[in-house]
Nanobody, 121 residues
Framework: QVQLVESGGGLVQTGGSLRLSCAAS????????MGWFRQAPGKEREFVAT???????TYAVSVKGRFTISRDNAKNMVYLQMNSLKPEDTDVYYC???????????????WGQGTQVTVSS
């Protein structure tokens, strides 16, 4: 089992920045692929970014150049630095852990409870 807890969400104006954190505990973290997804009410969960154990990274087109995913295996932490935020980035953001680098949410085995990000116009 892997337990994931997100933090760092909040309310920010358009163009602002937020840094989300995901603390992992439980089984081995360093060999997991870690992903960030987001979801609005009534919509499908959307891929944002993912990073595997070796540092390979994939971003969604909508966030590339604005968001940066990183991980600290010594601290069992994953981060999502979000810059130049737009109102359409408003969502609940989820941290996920899985075995392989993937953009499909169904591949991930463990999920956090989510943190709300709201970008005002």
């Amino acid at each position: 089992q892997v337990q994931l807890v997100e933090s760092g969400g909040g309310l920010v104006q358009t163009g602002g920045s937020l840094r989300l954190s995901c603390a992992a505990s439980g089984r081995t973290f360093s060999d997991k692929a870690m992903g960030w997804f987001r979801q609005a009410p009534g919509k499908e969960r959307e891929f944002v970014a993912t990073i595997n154990w070796s540092g390979a990274i994939t971003y969604a087109v909508s966030v590339k150049g604005r968001f940066t995913i990183s991980r600290d295996n010594a601290k069992n932490m994953v981060y999502l630095q979000m810059n130049s935020l737009k109102p359409e980035d408003t969502d609940v953001y989820y941290c996920a852990a899985g075995s392989v680098l993937a953009t499909n949410s169904r591949v991930y085995d463990y999920w956090g409870q989510g943190t709300q990000v709201t970008v005002s116009s």
